[in-house]
T-cell receptor, first 114, second 109 residues
Framework: DTGVSQNPRHKITKRGQNVTFRCDPI?????LYWYRQTLGQGPEFLTY????????KSRLLSDRFSAERPKGSFSTLEIQRTEQGDSAMYLC????????????FGQGTRLTVV | ELKVEQNPLFLSMQEGKNYTIYCNYS?????LYWYRQDPGKSLESLFV?????AVKQEGRLMASLDTKARLSTLHITAAVHDLSATYFC?????????FGTGTRLQVTL
């Protein structure tokens, strides 16, 4: 499977715990995005990387959230001290820069904070 | 701040009938995408529209883009049950996609 891969697919955590999600993009794609989607809403942009550089972060990305893409390949999104409001689907997408092209999305990680 | 609005938010369609979903956006852009999402699943890319007047068709779905009116439409011809899903438009300003609110389609017999 050469699509965008996300792990884990589901995560249930207690409030206050830290969680980390991983995204493996399509191998030749140099852009990687993180989005958050709550029930009944469209995905909301969180942040994106071009290669290993984090180029933009949304205001939605509080200081409890951190994302990395250390070698320009896979990326991790960590949420510290989780809150119930963090419960959502976290989607990763990748694309090529330079040519307008659609972003391809992974299956997402569904986070439930109890 | 870019705003992307879709209407209707919910559409109950009869099999065999034709329908249109509208996507309006607030800032000039000539790149717009349509995605499909099934319940609990991720987003599947349907169409990429990259210029004013662009029209793409795939099966019973046809998408168009009018950049001057800041409007895209997704037209469904002779709806079938398999098209039941939520459809999102997304506007590209060069660095990220801003999604619409989504339109949930339900096709009934």
């Amino acid at each position: 499977d050469t699509g965008v891969s996300q792990n884990p697919r589901h995560k249930i955590t207690k409030r206050g715990q830290n969680v980390t999600f991983r995204c493996d993009p399509i191998s030749e794609h140099n852009r990687l995005y993180w989005y958050r989607q709550t029930l009944g809403q469209g995905p909301e942009f969180l942040t994106y990387f071009q290669n290993e550089a984090q180029l933009e972060k949304s205001r939605l990305l509080s200081d409890r959230f951190s994302a990395e893409r250390p070698k320009g390949s896979f990326s991790t999104l960590e949420i510290q001290r989780t809150e119930q409001g963090d419960s959502a689907m976290y989607l990763c997408a990748s694309s090529l820069v330079g040519t307008p092209t659609e972003a391809f999305f992974g299956q997402g990680t569904r986070l439930t904070v109890v | 701040e870019l705003k992307v609005e879709q209407n209707p938010l919910f559409l109950s369609m009869q099999e065999g009938k034709n329908y249109t979903i509208y996507c309006n956006y607030s800032t000039t852009s000539d790149r717009l995408y349509w995605y499909r999402q099934d319940p609990g699943k991720s987003l599947e890319s349907l169409f990429v529209l990259l210029s004013n007047g662009a029209v793409k068709q795939e099966g019973r779905l046809m998408a168009s883009l009018d950049t001057k009116a800041r409007l895209s439409t997704l037209h469904i011809t002779a709806a079938v049950h398999d098209l039941s899903a939520t459809y999102f438009c997304a506007v590209d300003l060069g660095s990220k996609l801003t999604f619409g609110t989504g339109t949930r389609l339900q096709v009934t017999l």
